[in-house]
């Protein structure tokens, strides 16, 4: 079985940082692909970044380059994504997940874990 736990997310001012963490379980990081994903409320799902095991090959949104950044540790089984210069509009539920290679196209994914809360705010 294939589990996913996000922790890390918690209530920052803007201009804050934060680092999320993906734990996976179930098997090895090698050779697949983890993306970040956040979903705000109303809002749709958007994929934030991806990170593939392999090679470390990665992928950002546009609207996060240069403020975030994602990393793994395949010996731990973990993928981290660093958040950095936060703003209101960052606020969100931050997902990761888990398919065969890096996209941030949410429906290419297998495996999902329940989200870590993240709320920007003065």
């Known amino acids: 079985q294939v589990q996913l736990v996000e922790s890390g997310g918690g209530l920052v001012q803007p201009g804050g940082s934060l680092r999320l963490s993906c734990a996976v379980s179930?098997?090895?990081?090698?050779?697949?692909?983890v993306g970040w994903f956040r979903q705000a409320p109303g809002k749709e799902r958007e994929g934030v970044s991806c990170?593939?095991?392999?090679?470390?090959?990665?992928s950002y949104a546009e609207f996060v380059k240069g403020r975030f950044d994602i990393s793994r540790d395949n010996a731990k089984n973990t993928v981290y994504l660093q958040i950095n210069s936060l703003k209101p509009e960052d606020t969100a539920v931050y997902y990761c997940a888990l398919r065969m290679d890096c996209s941030l196209e949410a429906d290419d994914y297998n495996y999902w874990g329940q989200g870590t809360q993240v709320t920007v705010s003065s």
């Open positions: 179930g098997f090895s990081l090698g050779y697949f692909g």
């Open positions: 990170i593939r095991t392999g090679d470390g090959l990665t």
